[in-house]
């Protein structure tokens, strides 16, 4: 599927998606190893979106399940089609005599009557697909040790029905947010990779690679505001899909500087409780936000081995020269 780790790192890239060379050594030895990845880090920073690119990547496609408080092993697994069974039953009870009863019960438990859940669609996939578990912390350590025989064996068992064997191993992506801890047992069966937000370098590759080059762009002071967010003591600091969305509407808008007066433009984009938001409402705490922004994106572009590519960040070498 994936020839090494260039590779790998190269069609990851193609399709969007940035990843460090470390952490891309990590994948494809995992994936190289039958290994599932278990990616842990703060909402936002990339984990389902890393399952999502290896999907593009590999041209295969996703079985994914969403985990949520409460979720049961058939949201997994799947579950027998009780009304499909029972008009089986009907119907045979017209053409069968009582000897054929236990041949009709059996007939019932196949997969014929079952709807299958994620984790039995990637087991049966005939070529490999990913499967992503994601938010996994959300789930209660029963349903985690469901997932043992899974990620060690490739199969499962099914009450009734039996175990179903892997026709191909799927790319498996196992995301938590860490509200919980999960378990040794669970973590001794997977890679481990943990995410941070990415660096301003790594953000403003992300912006160009998704929005593409813009010589007017406002990208460096986007990428030194996702920075000064993240350090202030938010609810729910920014995601990397949300600085996009920013970037996206600030390119529409033609904006080349963060300024203060954006607040309400921009805030909508950033802040998603009240709490924050009323906490960036108070101009002070905005006006400190953009200089923090600038500042960033400033020390980023000095530090940096490479001249400005935009006018934006001409600019703003400029203004610390001065």
Known sequence: MFTSTEDLHARLRAVKYVLSDAHAAVVFDALRSDLALLVEGPPGSG???LARALTLAAGTQMERLQCYDGIGQEDALGSFDRALQDQYLKIGAGHTDL????RLREQIYTLGFFSTGP???ALLSENPCVLLIDEIDKTDPAFEAMTFQLLEEWRVTIPKLGTIEARSIPITVLSSNNKRRLSDPLRSRCAYLYFEYPTIEQELEILKLRLGTDPSSSYPQIAG???ALRSYRLLKP???REILKLAQVLRDR???RIT???RDTMLPFLVKTAEDREKMLLTHNFNRLCADAAKHAREFLETGDETPSTAAEAELMEEAAA
């Open 47 to 49: 984990k389902t979106e």
């Open 99 to 102: 000897k054929e009863w236990p």
């Open 119 to 121: 984790f039995v669609r």
């Open 225 to 227: 505001l996702a920075k």
């Open 238 to 240: 920014p995601s990397i």
């Open 254 to 256: 033609s904006c080349t």
């Open 260 to 262: 203060p007066g954006m």
